[in-house]
Nanobody, 124 residues
Framework: QVQLVESGGGLVQPGGSLKLSCEYI????????VGWYREAPGKERELVAS?????????????TYASSVRGRFKISRPSTKDSHALQMNRLKPEDSGVYFC????????????WGQGTQVTVSS
């Protein structure tokens, strides 16, 4: 069974930074999409950022990031194909929530893996 393990969450003050990491043992396919979602209390899980292994989009690309985080967050490409990360800068209280790592395939719907989540709290 594929396991995705997140790390790097924690408590940070507004304006601060955190870097989340997702590690796994999995051969990333060219048709896979790796990404990060977050879930705040009382809200649905939402996509934060996603990227394909061969995607060369710049980190400000509109198709890769939620509008609320564009320009502040950067998702790294899985160059080693066993991890990817989310660099979060200029954090805001509304960025708080549980962040989940996800790997899914564009074609094979059964190929959809989630981590257990890591808590991010932005508060003074």
């Amino acid at each position: 069974q594929v396991q995705l393990v997140e790390s790097g969450g924690g408590l940070v003050q507004p304006g601060g930074s955190l870097k989340l990491s997702c590690e796994y043992i999995l051969n990333i396919l060219d048709s896979d999409i790796v990404g990060w979602y977050r879930e705040a209390p009382g809200k649905e899980r939402e996509l934060v950022a996603s990227i394909a292994p061969d995607d060369d989009s710049p980190w400000t690309d509109a198709n890769t990031y939620a509008s609320s985080v564009r320009g502040r967050f950067k998702i790294s490409r899985p160059s080693t194909k066993d991890s990817h990360a989310l660099q979060m800068n200029r954090l805001k209280p509304e960025d708080s929530g549980v962040y989940f790592c996800n790997i899914r395939n564009k074609i094979l719907t059964s190929r959809n893996y989630w981590g257990q989540g890591t808590q991010v709290t932005v508060s003074s």
